[in-house]
């Protein structure tokens, strides 16, 4: 785990965001997504700066495009929200479980 997948996993595990379960590192069809709550069908994906590279956005668009036909919802953060503005980030999570 990536220092800013510490960080966020240390609030989301046990319940601890909106009495919701995640998972961390959850197996979902052929991808291995970040953090996934089944019961709100919302995978977190965190992006280090690989992910700046034209061909891996690419491949980052068509992962988003298959996990939303299965019925997921996906929210995307850079390791640098996480570490910057944790707080912001958690409410965008707990906005999405609703």
Known sequence: MTMSEKILWE????????GSKFRGQHPIDKYIVDFYCHSAKLVIEL?????ELEEQKEYDLGRTSELQELGLKILRFKNEEVLDTLNLVLKRITEALK
């Open 11 to 18: 609030k989301l595990k046990g319940k601890s965001l909106n």
């Open 47 to 51: 992006d280090g700066s690989i992910h």
